[in-house]
């Protein structure tokens, strides 16, 4: 697989703010494939400055920095190249909110938020990038799964306050959103729900916290990684973050103030299994992973239901399938979410041509 980025002004551009994707082939020169082994890139994936030769193309800003600095016209430009040469242009929308953006011919935007059921099938899931944290705090490569008992232990640590006072403060947000949104466009069609997620999330818990059919191991945060500022308490309230999980059968995983949950792939890096409350997501690769097989599936309509659906979840796994499930949840984060295995699958699927 060859592929093609477009140039961009190397001297002034931040590489935290390129498009995942395309990071293993940068340098401060220019698009290369010098330094792809160090990003474990096969060696039948590679850039070609000539987009004649390449199967796909990236985009290397995120879809956001085009239309904020009305940029848009390159947009244009790249799915024109793309329709001429046949082939599919892929960029990724940043940000919490899920902002809906001019759909292209030939371009399918990756994206994090956003409401499924509200976007064309030019926009498709992303997972967020994380480091191994498994391996950094527990010096392992490889996880001990956990023994299956009786009763299935929740596990979550975070932001979670069953307060008015919050829920008015975080559904403020979304207001403020909406109403920039209407004055940029009175037609606008495409408005966030109003969604208190601190809240919401502690509600979740209290089910959990009612039910005999289940152990919990909740940490509750008033504010985010618990106000943590200096680099001791981040790396202290991290830490915790991930004893949380790794000392837990199965953890909470539901949207944030975007439409999506970080806490899910950090899940599936530790080997553990998400409880996915699903609020209408886009998860990656939903036409190459069957995500009901790696997760508890709780649509959001269910969620008063949440500690029984958990617990027949647990029943019916034998000892075998628990410890399977969690070695799969790694591997899947380990291997088919990386960024090699997930280039390969844009090479090797025309699933995602709309």
Not at 6 to 23: D, E, H, M, Q, S
Not at 149 to 173: L, W
Request: proline content about 3%; hydrophobic content about 35%.
């Amino acid at each position: 697989m060859k592929i093609h980025i477009p140039n961009i002004n190397f001297k002034t551009v931040n590489k935290k703010a390129l498009f995942i994707l395309t990071r293993p082939f940068y340098s401060e020169k220019g698009w290369t494939n010098d330094v792809k082994n160090d990003w474990n890139i096969d060696e039948n994936i590679s850039f070609t400055d000539t987009v004649e030769d390449a199967n796909v193309f990236l985009i290397p800003m995120n879809i956001n920095w085009y239309f904020g600095t009305k940029n848009q016209q390159l947009l244009v430009e790249y799915n024109n190249i793309c329709k001429q040469k046949n082939i599919t242009a892929y960029g990724v929308i940043g940000g919490d909110f899920g902002i809906k953006f001019l759909d292209y011919s030939n371009i399918i935007f990756f994206r994090m938020g956003g409401f499924k059921s509200k976007l064309s099938n030019k926009n498709k899931g992303f997972p967020v990038a994380l480091s191994d944290h498994f391996k950094g705090f527990y010096n392992k490569e490889s996880i001990e799964p956990t023994p299956k008992n009786d009763f299935p232990t929740i596990g979550f640590c975070g932001h979670s306050e069953m307060s008015i006072a919050k829920k008015i403060k975080e559904i403020v947000k979304y207001l403020i959103e909406n109403t920039n949104r209407f004055i940029k466009n009175p037609l606008c069609n495409n408005y966030e729900p109003l969604f208190a997620s601190a809240f919401e999330r502690a509600k979740l818990l209290h089910y959990f916290e009612k039910s005999s059919a289940v152990k919990t191991n909740f940490i509750y945060r008033k504010s985010y990684r618990g106000g943590a500022k200096s680099s001791e308490d981040l790396h202290k309230t991290t830490l915790e973050y991930y004893d949380n999980i790794k000392n837990s059968d199965y953890i909470l995983c539901v949207r944030g103030a975007g439409n999506f949950s970080v806490r899910f792939y950090e899940t599936l890096l530790m080997g553990k299994i998400p409880i996915f409350v699903n609020t209408n997501c886009l998860l990656p690769f939903e036409e190459e992973i069957n995500w009901k097989n790696h997760t508890v599936w709780v649509d959001w309509k269910d969620r008063k239901n949440i500690a029984q659906i958990v617990a027949n979840f647990h029943e019916k796994l034998t000892e075998k399938d628990f410890i399977n499930l969690q070695l799969a949840n790694r591997k899947l984060w380990k291997e088919t979410l990386s960024i090699n295995n997930m280039l390969q699958m844009i090479y090797s699927k025309n699933n995602y041509n709309g």
